[in-house]
């Protein structure tokens, strides 16, 4: 008969050496080579899927808490010339990816929180960025709030 003690896995040895006769106990007292078995298959389940837990993905309350969601507002596009463009970036900042542009005279959707707060950033030049949505396409990105007109469009 193998007691915990001595399977040689990492898991086995936190568990106390008086587990074994309480698990015997436990399970089945009037067959010990079945229970056993039993303890065997429990422990290397527990041992396969241990490493498994810290694969999963980790979510903070702050993470769930808040859903970006389309805003009331709309804003127009502004720029010096008509018909130009003005990039969408992947986050705040000249430096992030260009994920898409929209037309100077076009309008897109300030996106808020579910709470109501605008998404807005500043990127490392103290420059204030909002995330938006241009409607047509779906596309989201940030755009500097300087290139965007000051009155809300409402919905």
Request: glycine share 6%; net charge positive; aromatic share 8%.
């Amino acid at each position: 008969m193998r007691y915990i003690s001595q399977i040689h896995s990492p898991f086995c040895s936190i568990i106390p050496a008086s587990f074994d006769n309480y698990f015997l106990h436990l399970i089945n007292p009037h067959n010990q080579q079945k229970t056993m078995q039993i303890k065997k298959i429990l422990i290397a389940a527990i041992a396969v899927l241990t490493p498994l837990v810290s694969l999963m993905p980790q979510f903070t309350p702050t993470a769930n808490a808040q859903s970006i969601v389309r805003g009331r507002c709309n804003y127009e596009v502004i720029g010096t010339q008509r018909g130009s463009r003005v990039n969408m970036r992947s986050a705040p900042g000249v430096e992030s990816d260009i994920v898409g542009y929209v037309l100077v005279g076009q309008t897109v959707n300030q996106l808020r929180y579910d709470i109501g707060a605008a998404v807005i950033e500043n990127d490392e030049e103290a420059a204030i960025w909002a995330y938006v949505e241009y409607v047509p396409s779906r596309t989201r990105g940030w755009i500097a709030r300087s290139l965007l007109s000051d009155e809300c469009i409402r919905n």
